[in-house]
């Protein structure tokens, strides 16, 4: 593994240091979001479900148009530089915000940028590499991320420590937002060959991709109703007894493990098969659900169930990137994951605020039941409709 990891192409180096120095702003920010957003901005469960369902429905929608854009002009480094430049700016206006519609309107500019540049980026790396080391290649790219996650709440931690005020901490993040930007317009294209030649037209339907693909894309629909922001993980831990100023830790414990056995978890997957690594995710992360809503859960169990979500994390991040590469046709690559960015994320709109419903207005263990249902069954229809053998006459 180390051998293939030294002989990755720079970009691929280079989209995973732009990655760790954004989510080291973006993380340290993070986890902080719920906290400031009860204690300084008095918002309760429905407003943080609305705030970070609209975010990310609106990333998701422009990962499809910003996926369809590549497949036509060919250019991923334009979005990739204007996204990271809109995410800089934004976040540190966080601080000059005065209820939680005015962080909606900031969280929904930051995911924008994130929205122009994920699918741009993720069809560099595709691109960048040949298929047996695709699964190596976003593995390594989520590890850097996770590692950016771990440094960002770390830092956030001390702050809290030495008793910066929060509205002070957001404006932090302008220093690595800065830095990201400048990296970035380091990238270059990759080389492409004859069949990635740009179409006549705009192109926004799933013609022609496989069958397969197109359940796929659909199950991963489904599942993302199950996966409501994480910002939901760290309001029940904070109920459940963990201490403000360790909440950060405890997400960057989550980032740590993910940033450690992405990499590794994502390599196997070049050599066995990826569904198995996915299905196997999708059932942890079912069980941490039901396990979450639990009403006796102790602080010893919860730190368990987050260790494993960190597992959930690192056996997919990658992995599932990778069989989006592996399942689009030549050429078609960055439309491929405009739909799988858009649909792995705009069901996170009704999951988010569904799940903020039936938290505040019934308990927290009617809002992960129903997380760890939708999950379950989305496991279901991935062994046995998504992976069907076809029969033959």
């Known amino acids: 593994m180390l051998k293939t990891l030294a002989s990755l192409p720079r970009s691929v180096w280079l989209i995973g240091l732009i990655s760790l120095v954004n989510d080291s702003a973006s993380e340290m920010l993070y986890p902080l979001m719920p906290l400031y957003l009860a204690s300084v901005l008095m918002?309760?469960?429905?407003?943080?479900?609305?705030?970070e369902g609209v975010a990310e429905a609106t990333s998701?929608?422009?990962?499809?148009?910003?996926g369809v854009i590549v497949n036509k002009t060919n250019?991923?480094?334009?979005?990739?530089?204007?996204?990271?430049?809109?995410a800089a700016i934004g976040r540190p206006l966080i601080a000059f915000v005065g209820s939680w519609f005015g962080v909606l309107c900031i969280r929904f500019a930051d995911r924008l940028g994130k929205g122009l540049r994920s699918s741009p980026r993720d069809t560099l790396l595709a691109e960048s590499v040949p298929a047996?080391?695709?699964?190596?290649?976003f593995g390594l790219h989520r590890s850097m991320d996770n590692l950016g996650a771990v440094i960002g709440p770390l830092l956030a931690a001390y702050l809290l420590a030495i008793q910066m005020p929060l509205r002070e901490i957001f404006m932090w993040a302008i220093i690595p937002g800065a830095i990201t930007v400048v990296l970035a317009l380091c990238l270059k294209e990759p080389a492409r060959n004859i069949s990635s030649i740009a179409p006549t037209k705009?192109?926004?339907?799933?013609?022609?991709?496989?069958?397969?693909?197109?359940?796929?894309?659909?199950?991963?629909?489904?599942?993302?109703?199950?996966?409501?922001?994480?910002?939901?993980?760290?309001?029940?831990?904070?109920?459940l007894g963990v201490p403000q100023e360790e909440i950060p830790l405890l997400w960057a414990g989550i980032s740590l493990i993910t940033a450690v056995f992405g990499?590794?978890?994502?390599?196997?997957s070049d050599r066995f098969s990826r569904k198995y690594f996915i299905a196997c995710a999708w059932a942890i992360y079912a069980l941490i659900y039901v396990g979450m809503g639990y009403s006796g859960l102790t602080l010893g169990w919860l730190c368990g169930?987050?260790?494993?979500?960190?597992?959930?994390?690192?056996?997919?991040?990658?992995?599932?990137?990778?069989?989006?590469a592996d399942l689009a046709p030549p050429g078609l690559t960055g439309r491929a994951f405009g739909w799988f960015n858009m649909c792995s994320g705009i069901m996170l709109l009704p999951a988010s605020f569904i799940f903020g419903v039936l938290y505040e207005a019934y308990s927290p263990t009617a809002?992960?039941?129903?997380?760890?249902?939708?999950?379950?069954?989305?496991?279901?229809?991935?062994?046995?409709?998504?992976?069907?053998?076809?029969?033959?006459?």
């Open 367 to 393: 809002a992960f039941l129903f997380s760890g249902g939708c999950a379950f069954l989305s496991l279901l229809l991935l062994v046995f409709w998504v992976f069907r053998t076809p029969k033959h006459a």
């Open 305 to 324: 169930l987050f260790v494993l979500y960190g597992l959930f994390k690192a056996g997919t991040e990658g992995v599932e990137k990778a069989l989006v």
């Open 43 to 51: 918002a309760g469960p429905k407003a943080i479900g609305l705030i």
């Open 202 to 239: 705009f192109v926004w339907s799933l013609a022609g991709f496989p069958p397969q693909f197109k359940r796929y894309i659909l199950v991963v629909g489904l599942f993302a109703l199950s996966n409501s922001s994480d910002m939901f993980l760290l309001l029940r831990a904070r109920e």
């Open 60 to 66: 998701s929608l422009f990962k499809l148009v910003s």
């Open 132 to 137: 047996n080391q695709r699964g190596i290649t």
């Open 263 to 268: 990499t590794p978890l994502s390599a196997l």
């Open 75 to 86: 250019k991923t480094k334009p979005w990739i530089v204007f996204g990271y430049s809109v």
